[in-house]
DNA sequence: CTGAAAGCGCTAACAT
DNA sequence: ATGTTAGCGCTTTCAG
């Protein structure tokens, strides 16, 4: 193994100037630095990483805790821990893959052993057993998604009451006056997961604003339990001519008991979908959707947990980053084929 | 932070015994070790990751790479990752991502700086650009999919041509003769990924011996692509009784429409998949279907891995993990509903 | 602008 | 069974 030292004695220098021309934290002559530079590319020259993290405590490790349960919305969470390893190294830090299955001891012992220097955790729950590890003088720590109490914590998610109340929104554009909401499984309510909450809130109070009927029910995935939801929906309220849904597993099954019992999408009920914008683009209807911005969530959670660690560094850079707290995405509503007005009341259908 | 010296001054023994203590690397005596233990509990000590990995240059990490792109068996990556994660931690180790994005280069970074000891690669091409560094004196590695020539290297997968010849033969059994195969999307073929020619392999193969006809077609995920797909082959073939599906993405708009032109199934066709069970499990009609073992692949990947790091320790056990080469995963095919006898022929249906 | 040298915290001979 | 000690390879004072 090529060593610090070997490529000082091959330049002539010493080996601090070899590690100040990585580092750049101190200037060095052009010269030394093309003769170091030289070396280092000749000798193949590779920082050794532990000796490195030893000596500076910074490992430029980013510990990344996705959810062990793959049941939820599975492709964002890879699209995001994949956003996630590409800014993470775009700025110079590795990425170790943790699973929700060690729990707050995983964070305690990566954090601990100096392993990571700072964690993003996905999938965050309202009460999230993982949190009381950070707050209490936790390592730096960015949620993608929101806890009930956000309060001393950075958390990124998309702002899902937002999103909620665009879903209704468009649909009250287009003239729709009674909406069924096909939720997420109940599981996922159990677990007071906030997105799904959050949802439902922008849902139920836009609708309210805008004098709209809502009914909101949870639902497994699977055609089964999808048909199941659907009799009842259509039981309760005859008069639903809009679905909003928010459970990937269930949009397929949907259109399919749609299409099955004779209502044509868009032309007799509308369906909009808050999921992961690609299974919205490829179902059976391209879906009008609201998408989940995988990537951009991924992204802002690195670059805020790089800023927070640049200003520990001292790094007073008063631009990036914008500091701790909550940042909420803006939903994005895209129309494609499956939202247009409701039909003629019955009776006058052409 | 909690040093080891610290440790060994608190417990008054020497810093050695500490270490040996962990490591269990030579005998303690009984009351030492309890002191030991009490002491590094007492004081919540940890090791230090970095001067563990300089001191035995050992990094105890495991470097995973998944593929940038994230089109194709999303949720299948992601359990293989996440199981790959959790049977790590089983044996000590923890586990780096790497995305696609930087191609070997990542491979030498992190294994020439010491940071991972040994490599898993995910979604492996028939003549992926990785091997090379790999094979030229490359640190462990175990490969998760069969390059075009493995020699030399360590690869778990699924036995995808024993996979499709598991559908042709479970399809033929039924008393079906014509078979079409609606495969991954032509992107998948040109990229040259291995398992979808040999699932083409096996079902050829198969077919050919049984005396089946077959016809294979490449395909989009998606509704329309779909769609365009089954129109042709209905053309070409009208006597086909029955489909065998290679794209998750496809399954549901195949189902959709089938149902749409007015065939049941399994009663008028039979479909049979070879994808992620939950989606086979999840789709609007349960599908007869060949899972990928995602969780056993990677589970196996990394004892494998962990097995050749324990040779190299010297550790001459000839049990586990029966070395280095090939180990293909036997397919094992779930009947659903979507499977059964072709239509009787046509002009006597009742 | 550059060098010398003292650690960083741990492991693994080498002692006894 | 335990202690002593010499590094592992790098960063970072302290000195010029």
Redesign the interface.
Known sequence: ?VTLAEVARHAGVSASTVSYVLSGKRPISGPTRQRVRASIEQL?Y?????????ASSR?R?IA?M?P?R?DMY??V???I??AV??TA?AHGY??????G??GPSAL???T????AEAVILMDVQLDDERLPVLRAAGPPAVLVGLPGDPAGLDCVDLDFAAAGALCVEHLAALGHREIAVIGESPGVYARHTGFAERTLRGLRERAGRLGLRLLHRPCE???DAVAGVLARIFDERPGVSAFVVQNE?AV??L??LL??TGRAVPEDVSVVAVCAGQVA??????LSSVAIPAQELGRRAVERLVAGLARQDGDARPDAGRGPGVELLAPTLTVRDSSGPPPPPSGVRN
């Open positions: 193994m193949g590779q920082p050794h990483a532990g000796a490195r993290a030893l490992s490790i990344l996705v062990l793959t599975v492709p969470m890879l699209e821990a994949v390893a590409t190294r590795d990425v170790l893959l943790l699973t299955e060690e305690r012992r990566v601990g052993s100096g392993l995935g699977g055609h597993t397929e099954p259109l399919a299409r099955r683009a490829q179902a059976s209807v391209a």
